[in-house]
T-cell receptor, first 112, second 110 residues
Framework: KAGVTQTPRYLIKTRGQQVTLSCSPISGHRSVSWYQQTPGQGLQFLFEYFSETQRNKGNFPGRFSGRQFSNSRSEMNVSTLELGDSALYLC???????????FGQGTRLTVV | QQPVQSPQAVILREGEDAVINCSSSKALYSVHWYRQKHGEAPVFLMILLKGGEQKGHEKISASFNEKKQQSSLYLTASQLSYSGTYFCGTESGGSYIPTFGRGTSLIVHP
């Protein structure tokens, strides 16, 4: 069965721009969660979507937003990029959100 | 607040055992454990729900002591493939908002 697919794998953006990252979950999984991973802060939870609704949200500014489509694919958007947004962005899918989570390979975002 | 993991790093020889601890200042509903190899995605190992249960995954098992608000991951007879960074993720309360430890780097030598 195909795993979680994140695109693109690498991205370089300029400060002030916006970016959209994509995540295709494992077929049949309805929950998609997004995480930011940096050397300084470690792994931090951004938000979780379940059946097209944001169910939980971490402590990130409103510049970070997401959505989920009817096929469970999810996108994450970061507007007005800052240098500190440089990170590995991971998404994970699961059947219900609370149990076994499968991670994608991540999108490495560099803001210059 | 992030849960605190200890130790920060462990170096073992194949066949040795290791214990990684994860402590929280908050009452916990669940604890998740993951392993991440360099340049790869984290891999889910197991989840433990409050109730003091213990779970196993091959030669890796874990316990959850909700009174002490801590969990321990036990790696028995370590293999080279166990090398990586181990993270615990904790959840307090009823909503799924996990908070992760900073990770424990495990290196297994032949």
């Amino acid at each position: 069965k195909a795993g979680v697919t994140q695109t693109p794998r690498y991205l370089i953006k300029t400060r002030g721009q916006q970016v959209t990252l994509s995540c295709s979950p494992i077929s049949g999984h309805r929950s998609v969660s997004w995480y930011q991973q940096t050397p300084g802060q470690g792994l931090q939870f951004l938000f979780e979507y379940f059946s097209e609704t944001q169910r939980n949200k971490g402590n990130f500014p409103g510049r970070f937003s997401g959505r989920q489509f009817s096929n469970s694919r999810s996108e994450m958007n970061v507007s007005t990029l800052e240098l500190g947004d440089s990170a590995l962005y991971l998404c994970a899918s699961s059947l219900e959100g609370r149990f076994e989570a499968f991670f994608g390979q991540g999108t490495r975002l560099t803001v210059v | 607040q992030q849960p605190v993991q200890s130790p920060q790093a462990v170096i073992l020889r194949e066949g040795e055992d290791a214990v990684i601890n994860c402590s929280s200042s908050k009452a916990l509903y669940s604890v998740h454990w993951y392993r991440q190899k360099h340049g790869e995605a984290p891999v889910f190992l197991m989840i433990l729900l409050k109730g003091g249960e213990q779970k196993g995954h091959e030669k890796i098992s874990a316990s959850f002591n909700e009174k002490k608000q801590q969990s321990s991951l036990y790696l028995t007879a370590s293999q080279l493939s166990y090398s990586g960074t181990y993270f615990c993720g904790t959840e307090s309360g009823g909503s799924y908002i996990p908070t992760f430890g900073r990770g424990t780097s495990l290196i297994v030598h032949p």
